[in-house]
């Protein structure tokens, strides 16, 4: 009877309708030689999920589908001292893509696909992630896990980034990088990226970086917005913020209020002037879309 309750109850954790459906698709086992991890994850469509294991497999990969029900390609391969892993994922025709970039562009009723993948990466080894994602969902949580680089490009999937357990970046993020053409990206808990350097590339979607948590170092942020939407939340009055916008009259920026003029197109919070080395410094580009700040 007991172990009948343990596995509905873990059916129900993970949101499947039964934990007999998920399937292991892929995995790399630890190599002794690497000390470190490059993973390149491309995923066209459906709904990708990336997490810490407890285990000291560099890779695992589990899906609600068969092998057969969708196309791959997939390599390991041993570079120096790194392991170079490259997965790409297929699961729609054409037809479904287009019917996704028209459901951004007009609206309208979408059908949620079903289809997903969980990724499970090693709490033990450091990670540089390159993550493309064409369409559908995707859940990055990097909880507990250790990523000196880390990249996001979305076409038309809606990502969020977060750190759920709030448990920080294991060692120092050199850059993170995300970029945006027609989907949405929020990325949460920035402070916890322990990251030298923030780059963000709006095209014609939406972004939120959340920086409403004081960082543990001084973070700078170069931004560019095309024609979509980027918000931007801000840590308490005590942590320094210098703003530096190039805008156009096409464009819309909204500064909040802790925000002072102090030259031309820049603007900084009473906390820079006391004490400008650590500050969060924002240097944005925007041509016909719009910028928000808001306040913690």
């Given at each position: 009877m007991w172990r009948t309750v343990i596995i509905i109850f873990l059916g129900r954790l993970w949101g499947l309708d039964s934990i007999a459906q998920v399937k292991k698709q892929f995995t790399v086992e630890k190599n002794e030689e690497c000390n470190k991890v490059e993973l390149c994850l491309k995923a066209k469509t459906g709904n990708c999920f990336i997490r810490q294991s407890q285990n000291n497999e560099l890779l695992n990969i589990y899906s609600n589908q068969d092998l057969e029900e969708y196309s791959h390609s997939f390599s390991n391969e041993v570079k120096g001292k790194t392991c170079v892993v490259k997965l790409a994922l297929d699961q729609e025709s054409e037809r479904g893509v287009g019917r996704k970039i028209s459901h951004h562009m007009f609206g309208g009723e979408e059908h949620p696909n079903e289809k997903f993948w969980k990724v499970y990466?090693?709490?033990?080894?450091?990670?540089?992630?390159?993550?493309?994602?064409?369409?559908?969902?995707?859940?990055?949580?990097?909880?507990?896990?250790?990523?000196?680089?880390?990249?996001?490009?979305?076409?038309?999937?809606?990502?969020?980034?977060?750190?759920?357990?709030?448990?920080?970046?294991?060692?120092?993020?050199?850059?993170?990088?995300?970029?945006?053409?027609?989907?949405?990206?929020?990325a949460r808990?920035?402070?916890?990226?322990?990251?030298?350097?923030?780059?963000?590339?709006?095209?014609?979607?939406?972004?939120?970086?959340?920086?409403?948590?004081?960082?543990?170092?001084?973070?700078?942020?170069?931004?560019?917005?095309?024609?979509?939407?980027?918000?931007?939340?801000?840590?308490?009055?005590?942590?320094?913020?210098i703003v530096k916008v190039s805008d156009s009259w096409l464009c819309s920026v909204n500064l909040s209020h802790s925000l002072k003029k102090i030259s031309e197109n820049t603007f900084a919070n009473a906390a820079y002037s006391k004490n400008p080395k650590d500050a969060l410094t924002f240097d944005l580009d925007v041509s016909l879309g719009k910028i928000i700040f808001k306040e913690h």
């Open positions: 990466l090693t709490e033990e080894m450091p990670y540089s992630l390159d993550l493309d994602y064409g369409l559908g969902n995707a859940n990055v949580d990097l909880s507990g896990l250790s990523v000196s680089k880390l990249k996001i490009n979305t076409g038309s999937a809606d990502v969020h980034v977060s750190y759920s357990s709030m448990e920080s970046n294991k060692v120092d993020m050199d850059t993170f990088y995300i970029k945006v053409d027609m989907g949405s990206l929020s808990q920035l402070n916890l990226t322990r990251a030298k350097y923030v780059l963000a590339d709006v095209g014609f979607g939406n972004m939120l970086l959340d920086f409403s948590d004081k960082p543990s170092i001084g973070h700078k942020i170069k931004g560019i917005v095309g024609a979509g939407n980027l918000v931007i939340y801000l840590p308490s009055a005590e942590v320094p913020v």
